[in-house]
């Protein structure tokens, strides 16, 4: 077997190198690229405490890089000072070990007086902001609910706030752009706009079908330029990155917005223990075998049509 292939599956199989906990399923914008607004067989709510600091003590003394605090919602709309908590909480037992804790964002409701006390008692190890085109009109045409001056000025504001705290070398900041029929040509000044000290750059990244769920022609004008892997390729997520939804149910992977997969609940289990689980690693074999139709949430998933993999990764 391939060194870099042993390496990553001696890792990998004992522990998921990310933990993401859906703080709360609730999210304050209506993206026209994302199910989240669609879920029909899960309820809007926050994570409750208990299960929070179950799945971060899971993790304690286990070979993980980071700790997302987000996933379908939008995690700053629970109560600030709960939030702030929960934060401490989980750098207080990861960041020891070298475990990251941060989240993604859409920044609407991180208020200059939000982002203070954030930074200043509890700062992220690393944070991307959602920021979906560099104008009002094509931004606010696609994070519906959403105002393109509000969320820019608070992203400014949190960058301000970081450099002054003398932050910038220990709290990763960039902005992450969803490419797409919308944000095409629409999001070119991003690096100008956000461009300042305490951002350290801006991804882009194309709008994915979530599970066949959407149909690619809606998302792009131009499908082919994306595609540069193959939809039979193992999906390296089902190696590298575990979900916990609010409930405590375990999602097959992020695109498995309706927790179809029926992995467990870490209220009943250990993260590693539902990580090493029979039902997980049948997942697994059946993308080794190019059997991704036998799992109707892969079935029609195009995620890693999408996705550059290293060749010692295709000897799986």
Sequence with gaps: MNKHLENFLKV???FPGSVQVETTSRCNANCFMCPASRIRNRKSADMPREI???VVLDCVGKPMHQF???HNGEATLIEKDEFISRVKFAKQYLNPQGTGVGMFSN???L??????EL???APLDFVWFSVDGDNADTYESVRKGLKFEVVKQNILEYARIKTK????GKHVCRIVCMLNRKTEGNSSELSKIFGVEGINGVDYSPSTNFTGSMDEKELHSDIKKYKVGKKTTPCIRLWTNMIVLQNGDVALCCFDYEGLGDLGNVKNNTVQDIWQSEKFNSYRQMHIHKQQSLIPLCKNCNYMEYQPVESWFLEL
């Design 107 to 109: 920044a609407s409701r």
């Design 52 to 54: 929070f600091e179950k």
């Design 12 to 14: 990998t199989m004992i």
């Design 119 to 121: 930074l200043q008692t």
């Design 111 to 116: 208020t200059p007086e939000f982002s203070e």
């Design 165 to 168: 705290l003398n932050l910038n």
């Design 68 to 70: 997302h605090m987000h």
